[in-house]
């Protein structure tokens, strides 16, 4: 979706290291979520927002932290990136019950 | 909490019809998504079902029956570009602070061939 962008884009970073990915949407959506997607295990729910600084764990939540002080930005923090966090990150958007729209994702790999 | 199954890979030719199964059990269910993904691109929407029966939108549909946890995407007279992931999505219950979660199924993997 439009409305929607994610940075950075593509990120090689080494075990250990802090990471900050960034989600920024543009349509005052009050929602936003993190999800992963790894070969044979589909997407899956990081964390989500349901309004600024309120915020709440998913399915996978352990070794990331998110903060949204800011309607339109939700960040997604991995505090010592570890090579199980090598993965595709998407964040997406809604209005609570409805369609949640991605933004593009962002690879990340760590060494 | 859920568990929602599809097949893994399907190969159809151009031209001809699809029906992508998905099936769930669930503990709350508040309605099901059908998201198409092309390799390397972000998942986009393309029906939502709540209600039980067939839901039409060109050349997709999508059906629903809750008492038997089962959905399908149907897809009609294929083209090449339908080659993607289709991925079954099912909302749950209200979970508080008007939040519903998607619990996503690891797709399914259509090749659309000659």
């Known amino acids: 979706d439009a409305g929607i962008t994610q940075s950075p884009r593509h990120k090689v970073t080494e075990t250990g290291t802090p990471v900050t990915l960034r989600c920024h949407q543009t349509e005052n959506h009050r929602y936003m979520y993190w999800y992963r997607q790894d070969p044979g295990h589909g997407l899956r729910l990081i964390h989500y927002?349901?309004?600024?600084?309120?915020?709440d764990k998913g399915e996978v939540s352990d070794g990331y932290s998110v903060s949204r002080s800011k309607t339109e930005d939700f960040l997604l923090t991995l505090e010592s990136a570890t090579s199980s966090q090598t993965s595709v990150y998407f964040c997406?958007?809604?209005?609570?019950?409805?369609?949640?729209?991605f933004g593009p994702g962002t690879r990340l790999t760590v060494l | 909490g859920q568990n929602i199954d599809q097949p893994t890979e399907m190969t159809a030719t151009e031209g001809a019809i699809v029906q992508i199964n998905c099936t769930y059990q669930?503990?709350?269910?508040?309605?099901l998504f059908w998201y198409q993904q092309h390799a390397g691109e972000a998942p986009t929407f393309l029906s939502y079902n709540v209600l039980d029966g067939l839901e039409e939108k060109g050349r997709f549909s999508s059906f629903l029956s809750r008492s038997k946890g089962y959905s399908y995407l149907l897809l009609k007279e294929l083209q090449m570009k339908d080659s993607a992931s289709y991925l079954c999505?099912?909302?749950?219950?209200?979970?508080?602070?008007?939040?519903?979660?998607?619990?996503f199924g690891k797709g399914t993997k259509l090749s659309v061939i000659p």
């Open positions: 669930t503990s709350g269910f508040n309605g």
């Open positions: 927002s349901y309004g600024v600084k309120d915020t």
């Open positions: 997406a958007m809604g209005q609570g019950s409805d369609t949640q729209y």
């Open positions: 999505a099912v909302r749950d219950s209200y979970s508080g602070a008007g939040s519903y979660q998607l619990t």
